[in-house]
């Protein structure tokens, strides 16, 4: 079982910055893929961005494609997501993710509780 733990969200106004931070349970972080995930109200959950084990390999939706950016530190067992730009309609819950392979698709087998992102107009 491997727990993730979401921090870093907030309030911020639109052009603003922050750093989502993915705490990972596990002494085997290295062997999972990471995603990132977002939920807004009345919508479904959408992917937003995944890494590989190495941090070689990385994904990301087009509406976030050159303002975030997925990285990983497998020796703090920690992903993160730095969203920089941040406009009214990237306000959702983002939730973490783990599981075998890298993918955009919510085919991960654990799941954080999420963070809230609010960005304000």
């Known amino acids: 079982q491997v727990q993730l733990v979401e921090s870093g969200g907030g309030l911020v106004q639109a052009g603003g910055s922050l750093r989502l931070s993915c705490a990972a349970s596990?002494?085997?972080?290295?062997?999972?893929?990471m995603g990132w995930f977002r939920q807004a109200p009345w919508k479904d959950r959408e992917f937003v961005a995944s890494?590989?084990?190495?941090?070689?390999?990385?994904y990301y939706a087009d509406s976030v494609k050159g303002r975030f950016t997925i990285s990983r530190d497998n020796a703090r067992n920690t992903v993160y997501l730095q969203m920089n730009s941040l406009r009214p309609e990237d306000t959702a819950v983002y939730f973490c993710?783990?599981?075998?392979?890298?993918?955009?698709?919510?085919?991960?087998?654990?799941w954080g509780q999420g963070t809230q992102v609010t960005v304000s107009a």
């Open positions: 596990t002494r085997y972080f290295s062997n999972y893929a």
């Open positions: 993710a783990a599981g075998p392979a890298v993918t955009t698709l919510p085919d991960y087998d654990y």
């Open positions: 890494i590989n084990w190495s941090g070689g390999t990385t």
